[in-house]
């Protein structure tokens, strides 16, 4: 049964960092990309960024773009996302997905974890 | 790329939903859907535009010409009552891109 755990979320004043993680288990992690979506206090699903299989291929969103840094290590299974710079507009419930591929391309997440929320806040 | 999906549809019990995803030429895209209950994480109905994954009702069907893709669910139940995103990947900027996502309401 394929599982996806995230972790590490929480209250950030903004301008701080804050580190997710997400455990993988029921597949073989490094034959698939991963990917982070988030989805704003009553807001629709926005992307956030993605990597490939083997962790050599990164892709991120405008808005995250040199604040955050996707990685994964295939040896743990686990997939991460540094977040730098936080901003209020940050705040988010952040989600971790498996895509159906080792590479992003026109293909879906197949599994979705529960999230975690981070919360940026003064 | 931007899709474009109505904030909300509403539906009887028993009857048909359709929900639109509009984007530019987007009949050549592959298009996947998800379904998001409230308090749940998103969970994929349709992919390539037309096949459910595994466990997915044959209620749920997806039809795609010119700008626009269209989710279709017959004899729509309470269940059925969640947020429908639709996605493609943008091949010119390699970003994944989500429509705005359509409430159904089962009235």
């Known amino acids: 049964e394929v599982q996806l755990l995230e972790s590490g979320g929480g209250l950030v004043q903004p301008g701080g960092s804050l580190r997710l993680s997400c455990a993988a288990s029921g597949f073989t992690f490094t034959s698939y990309a991963m990917t982070w979506v988030r989805q704003a206090p009553g807001k629709g699903l926005d992307w956030v960024s993605t990597i490939s299989g083997s962790g050599d291929r990164t892709y991120y969103a405008d808005s995250v773009k040199g604040r955050f840094t996707i990685s994964r290590d295939n040896s743990k299974n686990t997939l991460y996302l540094h977040m730098n710079s936080l901003r209020t507009e940050d705040t988010a419930v952040y989600y971790c997905?498996?895509?159906?591929?080792?590479?992003?391309?026109?293909?879906?997440?197949?599994?979705w974890g529960q999230g975690t929320l981070v919360t940026v806040s003064s | 790329y931007v899709l474009s999906q109505p904030p909300s549809v509403s539906v009887a019990p028993g009857k048909t939903a359709r929900i639109t995803c509009g984007g530019n030429n987007i009949g050549r895209e592959k298009v996947h859907w998800y379904q998001q209950k409230a308090g749940q994480a998103p969970v994929l109905i349709l992919h390539y535009h037309n096949d459910r994954p595994s466990g997915i009702p044959e209620r749920f069907s997806g039809s795609k010409s010119g700008n626009t893709a269209t989710l279709t669910i017959a004899r729509v139940e309470a269940g059925d009552e969640a947020d429908y995103y639709c996605q493609v990947w943008d091949t010119s900027s390699d970003h994944v891109v989500f429509g705005g996502g359509t409430k159904l309401t089962v009235l």
């Open positions: 997905a498996k895509w159906v591929a080792v590479i992003p391309a026109g293909d879906p997440f197949d599994y």
